[in-house]
């Protein structure tokens, strides 16, 4: 093995141990972490095996080179991630807006019985 697939290993281990541990805090739903320990596995096994890894993924996507399909297949993912984060940021966008609708209905509500306090507290001007 080369040195940087043991730094390769070293690093993967600790981002493994460091996502469960955002997971046993509660910082983590568990679809996250079944979704990076996954992505984690699978560069683990890239970096074990790198070589015979990318001649197969070369032979099943017909690509000259090895590390052509090793980069082909890392954008494939990338566009995976980038999308399912896409969604994220879209359900969450839809979620504040419709939070902000509730907040100002109900600001108007208390506008309203806030005004209609007003009236009912302050006595009449030409009583004196």
């Not at 209609?116 to 001007?125: R, Y």
Request: proline residues 2%; charged residues 25%; neutral net charge.
């Amino acid at each position: 093995m080369y040195a940087i697939q043991y730094i390769a290993l070293l690093i993967i281990s600790g981002l493994i141990i460091y996502l469960i541990g955002k997971y046993g805090k509660k910082e983590l739903d568990w679809q996250d972490l079944i979704l990076w320990e996954s992505l984690l596995l699978i560069m683990l096994v890239i970096s074990l095996k790198p070589i015979e890894l990318s001649m197969t993924i070369k032979r099943l996507l017909g690509l000259g080179r090895g590390l052509d399909a090793l980069f082909v297949v890392s954008i494939g993912l990338s566009y995976l991630i980038l999308f399912r984060l896409y969604m994220t940021i879209d359900k969450t966008e839809r979620e504040i807006t419709e939070l902000t609708r509730q907040i100002a209905i109900e600001f108007q509500d208390i506008k309203e019985e806030l005004k209609k306090l007003e009236k009912q507290s302050t006595p009449p001007e030409n009583s004196l």
